[in-house]
């Protein structure tokens, strides 16, 4: 039988018999009680009510495992049958822990959602497969149970998560969102649109020719975003303060510099010296005060204060831009 499973492929799943249903379900078990008790550690320090909820998915795993485990001493002794998921053809494969460091709460606990789905669906045609009474009746209970088990999983996060702990877990996510994309990329937009405007209306008014000032916009706004996502994804690799991922963070850093740039860069395609600086003006105008509205509701800075610090300074270097193209 070992031979089998050492060559190379995988075994339909219509083909293993009642010892090797147990073992493959035993091995399951275990590997999901391992997923459910590793995303308890990984979210407990973040996430501790949500961490008990994946502690008893994990103790409920156990007894599962346990049961399995006494049918199968009873009725093929105590050599389980080296056979796991991946041996077996069509049969949902975990993904691996390691990759939890990139998943969100709210993704854990689908995944999760999807392993209790995958669980029921196994134990039903695992039934159906065996005459073995025995076999049949435990793996139709399993069954039973692991379509049960997503209520049980609810029951155990209506008491474990009430409204306060779920608003201080909303309230992580939020904190983690500011640090990670918000505050990056909010830097960058302030350093896209306030930096590029001394030079592109400076080009504007100096030229008068509006390709040639688009040009100069273009440069400004690709390189500052070049610059400023790699200057942030060099600042911090996260492990510290927690700010997440650089790559991601340098990311939302060099995308919004280039958008702030090229927001008021793009309307000098318009051929019409007047009608583009007009819309330009315009478009400065809504990119200053969109960047005091995030200031004000993600970095909870007073709405006028961010004004005065955005608009005011946004318009300085605009008045400077202009009063440098017509010297």
Known sequence: MLNRFLEPGKREFS???????????????EEDGRIYAAYADRIRETYPASAKVFDG????????????????????????????REHVRGFLTRKPVWLMQELSIETIRQQVWEMEESAWRFYTEAAKQTDDVEVRKLLG????????????????????????????????????????????????LMDGSVSTLA??????????S????????????????????????????????????PVKRGFAAGIMTAVGGL???????IPDFWTATSIAIAVVFIELWAIAFIQNKYMSTPFWRAVLQVVLGGSLVFAAGILIGNA
Request: aromatic share 6%; no cysteine.
């Open 15 to 29: 083909s293993l018999n009642a010892a090797e249903i147990l073992s493959l379900a035993i091995a399951a078990e």
């Open 57 to 84: 998915m994990a103790e409920e795993e156990d007894v599962h495992r346990k049961r399995l485990l006494a049918l199968y001493k009873i009725r093929f002794g105590d050599k389980l049958v080296p056979i796991r």
């Open 141 to 188: 209970d399993l069954a039973m149970q692991e379509r049960k088990h997503k209520h049980e999983a609810d029951m155990l996060e209506r008491k474990h998560l009430g409204d306060e702990e779920k608003d201080a877990e909303q309230d992580e996510q939020h904190r983690q969102f500011v640090l990670t994309y918000v505050q990056p990329g909010l830097a960058g």
């Open 199 to 208: 030079p592109i209306f400076a080009a504007a008014f100096a030229t008068g």
């Open 210 to 245: 509006t390709w040639e000032t688009f040009l100069v916009g273009l440069a400004a706004s690709v390189g500052a975003g070049i610059s400023m996502g790699f200057t942030e994804a060099a600042s911090d690799d996260g492990k510290l303060t927690g700010r997440g991922s």
């Open 263 to 269: 927001g008021h860069a793009m309307p000098y395609l």
